[in-house]
């Protein structure tokens, strides 16, 4: 029986939200006095003009259940707000769940916030010990891994510099490369990697794939770059407004996603009422090679696009463009007839 390095069973986490009632008009001092010396009679809180406050639950997360085994690295993705960040929060033992339970094998570093850990009066040198003992590195581990730190983080002519100088890229620079160092069995990364500049992101991810593959060790990713996702992580959760919407392999995952927010079709067909007196695009459709529908297509499969169109001007010639973008709307391909 296997020994996952992570495992969630049910887990949930529940806030209290407070909602204010429409004020009737402005409470002067003396009545908000009144008001808190009368908070235990319910007739004057009633008559009293001051908002009255109202509660309500929100669940953050429900019901999510996942393992993670030793050297897996796991992508997790969804919109803002999902709840991937609590979720992060609860495996980092930063905040209690409300329900279920979290089963951690190994020692965690995280990286969810920048400058976390990081004192802004002490300088670079000095935040590296104290961050990597926050993180429970000994002192001779640290020394000992130093250079390494300082090295990967390129802040080398700024080391003596107190960090509140420092710009928020070279904070994250600095905090990665010591969770990066750390050696812990567990390392969990959130969207903080969004702050530093391309070349930085490609050795943050080339460090996190050589912390999986190499030593065996178990990552846990966040973001909402899934070129990155896709290329670092083989599973992949989708959250969905503190649900599990889908687990499994990163690029199926990543494919469900992705459709979800889409409204395209491999079959448009353009709405009445049709214009009149003017060529016009009539019906596109997506195919494969003998002709079927075909939704969605992926880069392994030949495929072709249809363009019916309605030459009611009755020109001679006409030109026709196709262009294949990201999801980030990043043009990849384009031709043209």
């Known amino acids: 029986m296997s020994n996952p390095a992570i495992s969630v069973e049910h887990l949930g986490k529940k806030y209290r939200i407070d909602h204010q009632a429409q004020r009737r008009g402005y409470a002067t001092l003396r009545e908000a006095i009144s008001d808190k010396l009368t908070f235990g009679l319910k ?7 001051l908002t009255q406050a109202a509660s309500e639950d929100f669940w953050a997360l429900r019901d999510i ?14 919109r803002n707000g999902a709840g991937k960040s609590t979720l992060l929060k609860i495996l980092s033992r930063i905040t209690q769940p409300t329900e279920g339970r979290v089963r951690i094998s190994g020692r965690v570093a995280s990286l969810l916030e920048v400058g976390t850990g990081f004192h802004p009066e002490l300088t670079g040198r000095e935040n590296i010990y104290l961050n990597g003992a926050i993180l429970g590195m000994r002192k001779a581990e640290i020394k000992r891994k130093f250079d390494e730190i300082v090295a990967f983080s390129g802040v080398e002519k700024f080391l003596d510099t107190p960090v509140k100088r420092y710009s928020s890229g070279m904070y994250v620079r600095l905090a ?12 969990i990364v959130d969207e903080v990697l969004a702050v530093g500049d391309a070349e930085f992101q490609k050795k943050c991810l080339g460090k996190m794939q050589d912390v999986s593959t190499k030593e065996g060790r178990t990552v846990l990713f966040v973001s909402h770059n899934i070129v990155a996702v896709s290329r670092l992580c083989g599973l992949a959760c989708w959250l969905d407004s503190g649900h599990l919407r889908q687990t499994g392999r990163s690029e199926d995952v990543i494919s469900s996603y992705l459709r979800s927010g889409s409204v ?11 214009p009149q007196g003017v060529a016009y695009i009539k019906r596109i459709a997506v195919t494969n090679m003998t002709g079927h529908l075909s939704d969605p297509i992926t ?25 294949i973008s990201t999801a980030e709307g990043y043009p990849v391909f384009t031709t043209t007839s």
């Open 43 to 49: 007739n004057n809180r009633a008559s009293s003009s």
């Open 65 to 78: 259940s996942f393992e993670v085994q030793q050297g897996e690295v796991l992508g997790i993705i969804g």
């Open 176 to 187: 990665f490369a010591v969770a990066a160092h750390l050696e812990p069995e567990i390392l």
């Open 264 to 274: 395209a079709s491999s079959d448009w067909t353009r709405p009445e009422p049709e």
């Open 299 to 323: 880069v392994k499969q030949s495929f072709a696009v249809s363009i019916l169109v309605n030459n009611a001007l009755g020109l001679l010639s006409c030109q026709i463009a196709a262009r």
